[in-house]
């Protein structure tokens, strides 16, 4: 409110991208800005996928995946603001994966309680999986999915969890005893979770949910993204430390990589990892959320 007897009223619109002032009288006055953002920038992109020759983006703040040819050029987006039953409309939505075998495009819808199936250019399928609990076919505050065969193995966050689900035979196998998983990325027969407050990597097997194995308590802080690289070494993004650390497959550590900034090589809560191999190597893709951009480097 404004000063003086007479104050003048201010409200801001979050989701109108504006701020309305108004008299005492109740006399509109004006509007401040409200524009929607602009597509090609993002607000706390935190979801990556590459496939197809381009780079979708769950660009969570503002409710929708933009896709991105394999040099950066802006080319769609899809999705908006919206809630159940509406498979359009997403809600900060933090997770995107790409199907290549049938060159489909997963969602993490995230405070929409469910995954949902695009086409690569962003028309909902009508295959979704998901709503609020913690039951068979609940999900809590979906964060990151992996595509594999039909269906996905998703990162149940707040039920703490990892669940395969398959839309042909429902759900496969769940997981458990991991503390706010962020991420997953199935390589070969494993899964790899990125297990945030326990401070670690744990593999699964991908068949049935098995543990096999955990590496990186001691040298993790909070961490929210891992990718396998074609060497097999695994990167993972240290979000709390605003940094990168690779492994060797045995879980060893090779190197570390970043500190907090803005300039290219620093991070601000560096979130999810992707990897594109060419024709000289590995080129690591990494969401750097709080800096609101993607950072990609060279790795092999």
Not at 137 to 143: A, D, H, I
Not at 195 to 203: E, F
Not at 229 to 235: F, T
């Amino acid at each position: 409110m404004g000063g003086g007897a007479n104050p003048d009223v201010f409200a801001v619109d979050l989701w109108g991208y504006k701020a309305e002032q108004w008299g005492q009288g109740g006399a509109h006055k004006r509007t401040f800005a409200g524009q929607a953002p602009p597509l090609g920038r993002f607000n706390k992109p935190y979801g990556l996928a590459l496939g197809g020759g381009k780079v979708y983006v769950a660009d969570t703040v503002h409710h929708r995946i933009q896709r991105f040819s394999g040099g950066g050029l802006f080319e769609s987006s899809f999705g908006d603001r919206g809630w159940a039953p509406n498979l359009n409309g997403l809600n900060w939505p933090r997770g995107v994966a790409y199907d290549a075998a049938r060159n489909m495009v997963w969602v993490a819808d995230t405070k929409n309680w469910r995954v949902t199936e695009f086409t690569s250019a962003g028309a909902p399928t009508g295959v979704t999986y998901g709503k609020l609990g913690a039951g068979d076919g609940g999900l809590n505050w979906p964060s990151t999915i992996a595509p594999v065969g039909n269906g996905v193995v998703i990162a149940d966050t707040y039920n703490h969890r990892i669940v395969r689900w398959d839309p042909d035979t429902g759900t496969r196998w769940t997981a458990t005893g991991f503390k706010y998983p962020k991420d997953v990325k199935v390589h070969g027969s494993s899964v790899y979770v990125a297990d945030a407050l326990n401070r670690r990597i744990v593999t699964l097997r991908l068949s049935d949910g098995a543990r096999l194995s955990a590496f990186g308590a001691g040298v993790l802080h909070r961490v929210e993204g891992v990718v396998v690289a074609s060497d097999g070494d695994v990167w993972v993004t240290d979000t709390a430390a605003n940094r990168l650390v690779e492994f060797s497959p045995s879980g060893a550590v090779k190197q570390t990589f970043g500190s907090k900034g803005a300039a290219h090589g620093q991070f601000w809560e560096p979130t999810n990892l992707q990897l594109r191999r060419d024709s000289t190597g590995d080129l690591l893709y990494v969401a750097d959320t709080f800096n609101d951009r993607i950072e990609v480097f060279r790795i092999q």
